[in-house]
């Protein structure tokens, strides 16, 4: 070749620092390791949504159709028109399509952290800056701040609510100050079927800069199925629509899916045992030495570990070594000293308590241990 294969590549690709999902190919590599480090459900599908996906897997050799079924459905559940929803491939696919859409080189994303590191990420890989404005040092938003951040390059504000990795979420009298700035301000939902939170759903019919994501992956209890959405105004749905690509959901996903939005008291019980064992898991947490837990809205709670003299990688190393795995808030913008636990089964949850004081450097009893 005549020129450098990197000199065809788009500036910033090659260089591009990914979203680091790493912790997920050890996890598939150890299936005798606790999984309390990915925020996925532990109560697996029911036997409708599992028989539904089968369906669909004896027909594998056929494409897929749009989902138009799954989008009323969805869109049922969330109150809203089925023309201000639509599809993608979990709400990854939805977030990096309205990131290429809104943000390109020195645009502007206002992002308040921690936060999902998949804003970051996004909005580098497209050539946007970021501009980071802190949480209050009780995790509250600062709207005054993202407020006063916006610019003529702002494209796009990141909102996350419940939180990740905090579990705290924000207000609808917050997110329409917010609102007030005119720039499109996209609210990351996932968590919302966790526990008990505020819907933004139907906000966006009275606010067009808004668009609100969720997912099928927590609550729902459907992650391999990757099945997100967006609702927003019918204008950008359509747009959204003409930019992702076609197919991004089997057919696997939009049969099980379909399955498990026909099932509201399955996902009313999934609610109420996340809730009941994230509040049993905060309440021995916050009794133990050396740590601060945060209460949370979501299937997670995030620690404070600094008390304890340990870094947060100590911790995980420690917790791994006892056969779980938590992860280190490093990605989150969150340095050297939280970690986050997912709720997982009674028995993973039970296993956590057990190991936990001593990866800590406590006795069993949750205080410190001599040297």
Not at 3 to 9: G, K, N, Q, Y
Not at 96 to 109: I, N, Q, S, W, Y
Not at 149 to 165: G, H
């Amino acid at each position: 070749m005549s020129r450098p294969l990197e000199s065809f590549v788009r500036q910033g690709f090659a260089s591009a620092t990914p979203y680091n999902a790493t912790h997920h190919d050890l996890a598939w590599q150890h299936r005798e390791l606790d999984r309390l480090m990915s925020n996925e459900s532990p109560l697996p599908p029911s036997p409708a949504v599992v028989q539904a996906a089968m369906k669909a897997v004896a027909v594998s050799n056929l494409y897929p159709y749009s989902g138009e079924d799954l989008r009323a459905a969805l869109a049922r559940l969330s109150g809203v028109q089925a023309e201000s929803l639509v599809l993608g491939n979990g709400s990854t696919e939805i977030l990096d399509v309205l990131t290429r859409m809104l943000v390109g080189p020195d645009d502007e994303a206002i992002i308040p952290t921690p936060t999902y590191a998949f804003f970051e990420t996004q909005t580098r890989l497209n050539g946007g800056k970021p501009v980071f404005v802190p949480l209050t040092e009780s995790w509250g938003l600062d709207v005054p701040t993202i407020l006063r951040s916006v610019t003529p390059r702002t494209k796009v504000i990141f909102l996350c609510s419940p939180n990740n990795p905090t579990g705290n979420s924000w207000t609808g009298d917050e997110l329409r100050a917010v609102l007030t700035a005119g720039v499109p301000t996209v609210v990351d939902q996932a968590y919302l079927e966790c526990g008990f939170a505020e819907s933004f759903a139907p906000l966006v019919g009275s606010y067009p800069n808004l668009v609100v994501t969720r997912t099928m992956s927590k609550g729902f209890g459907l992650a391999a199925f990757r099945i997100g959405y967006a609702i927003a105004d019918p204008w950008l749905v359509d747009v959204i629509l003409r930019v992702r690509i076609p197919f991004s959901l089997s057919l696997m996903a939009i049969w099980a899916g379909l399955a498990a939005a026909n099932e509201p008291d399955e996902l009313d019980r999934h609610r109420r045992y996340i809730s009941q064992e994230r509040e049993r898991l905060y309440r021995e947490l916050q009794e133990m030495a050396g740590v601060t837990a945060y209460p949370s809205d979501g299937n997670f709670i995030l620690v404070d570990v600094s008390a304890s003299g340990r870094t947060a990688a100590e911790v995980v190393e420690a917790t791994h070594r006892e056969g779980i795995l938590i992860r280190a808030m490093n990605a989150h913008r969150l340095h050297g000293s939280h970690v986050r636990v997912t709720i997982g089964t009674t028995e993973q949850n039970d296993r956590f308590l057990a190991v936990f004081p001593n990866a800590l450097g406590l006795d069993s009893v949750g205080r410190h241990a001599r040297a």
